[in-house]
């Protein structure tokens, strides 16, 4: 078993740059705790991780089915008020309010898909765009249940120490992240929903007539990126100890796509790399001279990408680093002349 | 009770008719969403109170220099950035809100975040039917209709509104007719910022302006425009004043829950995509519907 998996890291991580990278990036984070574990800096990359989870969760629902969800905070606010509130009224602990929380959340994902289900395009995203407004207008209606403005406080550590949290954050990060990119390996020989939700966003018609549920599957991608949304939400709540109407701004819905677009729409780990380039790049402009300028500069960078990069910086260097042969379709680095399985030549193949 | 409520959904839904019927020609014509839209009009209300309250300009250069202004912006910005992207609309959506963003800090860096509002163009109010209206209010209704008139008739009886409404019909079509689409496409987008560059022109004395305001504007006009149907200009209008309408009612009515205008006025939109997804008056082709 071991030997097995030694195998397969020597064949198939070791030769291509992009996984190579993917294993240092997490083992430096494992190890990061141990360079460094002054608080702040720790705080961050935890926050990093939480809104990894939630910005690839939008990739998977608005960039893998193709519905493009403009109201994403909905979930993470609902995952981060569910927790709070079950602490409130039943005194439950992080452990148990936290998946509740996102199983609200995804249903609260059913819901919203309801009346979506029947629109498209420009009219789906600004009805998604809407239902958060909505929630945190109620929320904000009750305030002897939510808090009101002020929201709920003294919520319980997930952890006593930073280090304790920083832990417990990375490693719901990597399975969630890693259980998103199973569910939507297209490749994939035991799951179906990859193939499908691409299915669905490449031609919904053509998808029916070939005997697919599309509502049903659509129903499915709105349940799991509600539910990994609220996973999320969830977290942020019990790392801050509040939870306020923050949690359902317009601002945090964009902020998910503005991550997902710089790193890459419809690639799970586009968004993984954006947040961890854009989300401590921010917070280090804040103490400095140009922290005043920290928002126009991302509205630029967004709209530069946008209009040269459309593909997302990281899908544009794996496409630079790697090839793909054109024989067996096994990804190479690109600076190898001959395939490392079936040695077709790589030379004519062109970039990207 | 009855008269100030039709006299305050008949301003508002004025100006929003402005704001939407701008967007929504936009979006039928270019079929751009342009999210960016209510911070054009921020800049103009902006414009209008450095020129008038800053530099002390009168009125008439300072509408002019606005509008004009406001415009000049709006087609540089389809020129530069939006055309190159017009094929995919998820980009535009997130491109135009990204220069909402950008006008919004340029505005909090240049000014502050301040609450500023411009002198009224014809100052003083009378009494109508015991209810005193500012003569502002008036000149509002007075110029909204004349806008309308005027663009319905561009629309229907000059070349160029034939042009656009072809345009709007298919493009590639029209291409074929001899029309130049990127022109039309252009002075499509120069026709809709000026409205909203026009809507800022007689909002700048009524409403406080901050580099934020841009924001529950467009929430609304959205819920305008896609209420009407995405397009369909005689939809936004008639929109602009179902959603004044609730919006002024719940203003009337529960007063200590002002703050939910924008929720009910999002579940009237909510409620008209249930029941006709396409909006009101919007079209959905057959190989579009599901």
């Given amino acids: 078993m071991l030997k097995r998996r030694l195998n397969d890291f020597r064949w198939s991580v070791l030769p291509i740059p992009g996984r190579l990278m993917a294993v240092i990036f997490f083992v430096f984070l494992f190890v990061f705790p141990l360079i460094n574990d002054a608080r702040y800096p720790l705080l961050i990359i935890t926050l990093a991780c939480i809104y990894a989870i939630f910005a690839v969760s939008w990739d998977l629902l608005s960039g893998y089915t193709g519905q493009v969800n403009f109201g994403h905070a909905l979930f993470f606010g609902v995952g981060a008020y569910g927790s709070a509130l079950l602490y409130k009224y039943l005194g439950l602990q992080p452990w148990a309010t936290i998946p509740l929380g996102a199983l609200i959340a995804a249903l609260a994902g059913v819901v919203t898909c309801l009346p979506a289900l029947r629109l498209r395009g420009p009219y789906l995203s600004l009805l998604t765009l809407a239902f958060p407004l909505l929630l945190s207008q109620v929320a904000r209606a009750f305030p002897e249940v939510t808090g009101g403005y002020i929201g709920i406080r003294g919520l319980p550590a997930l952890a006593a120490s930073p280090i304790g949290r920083y832990y417990v954050c990375l490693i719901v990060m990597i399975v969630s992240v890693l259980i998103m990119w199973k569910l939507t390996d297209a490749g994939s020989k035991n799951v179906r929903t990859g193939l499908i939700f691409h299915a669905i966003r490449e031609d919904e018609i053509t998808a029916r007539a070939t005997g697919i549920n599309t509502i049903r599957y659509k129903i499915l991608a709105f349940a799991i990126g509600g539910f990994f949304g609220g996973i999320a939400g969830g977290l942020f709540g019990h790392i801050l100890r509040t939870v306020g109407l923050g949690v359902f701004a317009i601002s945090l819905s964009f902020q998910a796509i503005i991550w997902v677009v710089f790193g890459g729409i419809v690639s799970i780990y586009g968004p993984v790399i954006g947040v961890f380039v854009l989300y401590p790049l921010v917070e280090l402009m804040q103490g400095t001279a140009i922290g005043e300028y920290r928002n126009l500069i991302m509205a630029v960078i967004v709209i530069l990408i946008l209009c040269f990069m459309p593909e997302g910086i990281a899908v544009r260097i794996r496409d630079k680093i790697e090839r793909q042969c054109p024989r067996c379709k096994l990804s190479n680095a690109a600076w190898r002349r001959e395939c490392r399985a079936c040695s077709a030549s790589l030379r004519h193949v062109a970039d990207g | ?290």
């Fill in chain 2, 1 to 290: 009770m009855i008269v100030p409520i039709i006299i305050r959904t008949l301003t508002l839904g004025g100006v929003y008719a402005l704001l939407a019927s701008g967007m929504s020609l936009i979006f039928g014509v270019a079929h751009i969403v342009n999210l960016a839209h209510t911070a054009f009009f921020m800049v103009g209300a902006y414009g209008m109170w450095f020129l008038m309250r800053q530099q002390g300009w009168g009125p008439i250069e300072s509408i002019l220099v606005t509008v004009v202004g406001v415009t000049l912006l709006g087609l540089l910005v389809y020129r530069v950035f939006l055309n190159r992207v017009r094929q995919h609309p998820q980009a535009i959506l997130l491109i135009t809100i990204a220069f909402a963003l950008v006008f919004q800090e340029l505005l909090l860096l240049g000014f502050g975040s301040h609450f500023r509002t411009a002198p009224a163009l014809i100052p003083g109010s009378r009494l109508i039917l015991g209810v005193r209206v500012t003569n502002q209010d008036l000149l509002v209704l007075g110029v909204v209709a004349v806008v309308m008139i005027v663009m319905w008739l561009v629309l229907k009886k000059t070349k160029l509104g034939i042009a656009i409404r072809a345009t709007a019909n298919d493009a590639e079509i029209a291409n074929l007719m001899g029309i130049s689409v990127p022109r039309t496409l252009l002075i499509t987008m120069g026709i809709g910022t000026a409205l909203a560059g026009v809507a800022a022109v007689l909002m700048a004395p009524l409403w406080v302006f901050y580099p934020y305001i841009w924001m529950s504007p467009l929430t609304m006009v959205l819920a305008i425009v896609v209420l009407g149907g995405l397009g369909s200009i005689k939809g936004s209008v008639i929109g602009a004043f179902i959603i004044a309408l609730v919006e002024t009612l719940v203003v009337f009515l529960l007063p200590q829950h002002g703050y939910m205008s924008t929720a009910f006025a999002l579940l009237a939109m909510i409620i008209v995509l249930s029941v006709r997804p396409g909006g009101l008056f919007g079209t959905i082709f057959e190989e579009e519907r599901l």
